[in-house]
Every structure is written in structure tokens, then in C-alpha cells.
């Protein structure tokens, strides 16, 4: 029997990927017009085949996600956000295996590791998470903005393809609205602010 093949528009492809369950032809469409190029990005930036295929269904499950969530801004076409996602998901990888490489590294040097280092490890995780919880209460671009910046050390120009604005000075501005409205939460609650900037000092 003759394989059939189906084409979307954007549009198409968008309204197919909203429905609660997704059809197999959008997902072979999504592999068989972007993989290519996806891939072709990851094993030119230092990354292997098995690589290319985990990221690539990655961003696809992400991206149907943020379609369901109707946080798909139609501004830019499918193809450029979908290399957006998928830049942006290989600069992560990369960036927590230079960090697990790094830690590797020190605990080989280190041949004495107390409990001090255990400690410091679980706190850097808790004020993470504080610090992820307070950025979700700003909305999901000040979150995007800040994280990306404060976590993953993302440049100005890093960041601008993930939230679509048009220069990196209106980015600039954002970020400084995100962080003057995060000031006015913390100002209600003096407790709550040292917490949050102590969990800063350990994250950034």
C-alpha cells in the first residue's frame, strides 16, 4: 500500500498540533521537513548523530507543547522558531556538560570532599528552585528573560531570538521592567527578599 504523504501550512500544522491527540502525519511532517536542518546544526556544533535525533525530539515534543499551551507566537514562521528551539536546547546541553565536565574535573583534583561540599550542593539546589518559583510569578517572558541570563550566562544577543523582540534594546528595557516588578514583590516582604537574595548569590 502507497505511503501518503500530507502536507500543512503553518497554519495547518498549528491547528493539527493543538488537537488533544496529535495525528503520526503532523509528527512525519515536523521530521520530514526539519530534521535535516535541525540536525545538520547539532553535528556542526560539536554534537554526534545520537545527539542531533535526542535534541530534535526534544524540541518537537517542547514545541507541541508550547502549540497546546497557545504560547506559539505567529510572528515568526515554524522553521525559524523551531531553529531557535533548537539552538537554544543544544546551548543548554552543551552548557551542562561543560559544567558536569568541570565538576568531574574538580572532585578528580580534590581527593578530600567533606560534608561541606554536600551541603553546598543541596542549597544551590533549593535556591534554585526558590529562585525559578519568584521568576514564575513575573510572567513567562521575564522568566525566559532573567533565567537566561542569570543562569545560563545568555548574552543580550543570546536571548533576543527566544522572545522575539525587536533589538536588544527594547530587551534591555524588558528586563529592566521584569526586574523592577520583581523589587515591588519583594519589598512586601522583607523576609522573603534576603531569602531570595541569598538564593540569588548561590545560583548566579
Avoid at 48 to 65: C, K, M, P, R
Avoid at 80 to 93: D, H, I, K, S
Avoid at 124 to 134: I, P
Avoid at 140 to 146: A, F, N, P, S, Y
Wanted: net charge neutral.
Amino acid at each position: 500500500m502507497k505511503k501518503v504523504v500530507v502536507n500543512f501550512s503553518d497554519e495547518e500544522l498549528i491547528e493539527a498540533l493543538k488537537q488533544q491527540q496529535v495525528s503520526n502525519m503532523a509528527i512525519a511532517f515536523l521530521y520530514r521537513n526539519y530534521y535535516g536542518v535541525l540536525s545538520n546544526y547539532i553535528k556542526l556544533n560539536k554534537g554526534s548523530q545520537q545527539d542531533a535525533e535526542d535534541i530534535f525530539q526534544e524540541v518537537v515534543v517542547n514545541f507541541i507543547e508550547i502549540i497546546k499551551a497557545g504560547k506559539f507566537r505567529s510572528e515568526s514562521s515554524i522553521k525559524t522558531f523551531l531553529f531557535t528551539l533548537n539552538r537554544f536546547t543544544w546551548l543548554n546541553e552543551l552548557k551542562k556538560r561543560s559544567r558536569t565536565l568541570a565538576r568531574e574535573e574538580k572532585y578528580e583534583d580534590d581527593s578530600e570532599v567533606d560534608d561541606r561540599d554536600l551541603s553546598h550542593f543541596l542549597v544551590e539546589r533549593e535556591s534554585k528552585n526558590m529562585v525559578v518559583a519568584m521568576m514564575d510569578k513575573l510572567g513567562e517572558t521575564c522568566r525566559k528573560i532573567l533565567l537566561a541570563y542569570y543562569y545560563d550566562n545568555f548574552s543580550m544577543k543570546e536571548i533576543l531570538p527566544l522572545v522575539n523582540y525587536e533589538n536588544e534594546q527594547v530587551l534591555r528595557n524588558k528586563k529592566y521592567k521584569c526586574l523592577k516588578n520583581l523589587e515591588q514583590i519583594l519589598a512586601a516582604d522583607p523576609g522573603l527578599s534576603k531569602r531570595f537574595k541569598s538564593a540569588l548569590a548561590y545560583g548566579h
